[in-house]
């Protein structure tokens, strides 16, 4: 079983900084892809930033490049997400999820199978 515990959200100011935090528990956290989605109100769930284990290389969807980035720290199991510039717009539950390291970019919510409980993120204007 994989368990994922975000923290880091809260409310911070428009044009301001937060990160977030996933701690994987699993030993074998670096066989895993991760990735970081958000759901609005009255909105489906999204990617907004994933990160492979075998390549290294990241994701972001359009509307969050160059402001937020996503890394991941394997000695700690722990998978982070600096949002910086933060807009009124990404308010929003954030998740972080998990799961097999394909090699494949994994960014629709049906790739992924393990999920955290969510940390809200509120961004005033």
């Known amino acids: 079983q994989v368990q994922l515990v975000e923290s880091g959200g809260g409310l911070v100011q428009a044009g301001g900084s937060l990160r977030l935090a996933c701690v994987v528990s699993?030993?074998?956290?670096?066989?895993?892809?991760t990735g970081w989605f958000r759901q609005a109100p009255g909105k489906e769930r999204e990617i907004v930033a994933a990160?492979?284990?075998?390549?290294?290389?990241?994701y972001y969807t359009d509307s969050v490049k160059g402001r937020f980035t996503i890394s991941r720290d394997n000695a700690k199991n722990t998978v982070y997400l600096q949002m910086n510039s933060l807009k009124p717009e990404d308010t929003a539950v954030y998740y972080c999820?998990?799961?097999?390291?394909?090699?494949?970019?994994?960014?629709?919510?049906?790739?992924?199978?393990?999920w955290g409980q969510g940390t809200q993120v509120t961004v005033s204007s």
């Open positions: 990160i492979r284990w075998t390549s290294g290389n990241t």
């Open positions: 699993r030993r074998t956290f670096r066989l895993y892809g």
């Open positions: 999820a998990a799961d097999a390291d394909l090699g494949s970019m994994a960014v629709t919510v049906g790739e992924y199978a393990y």
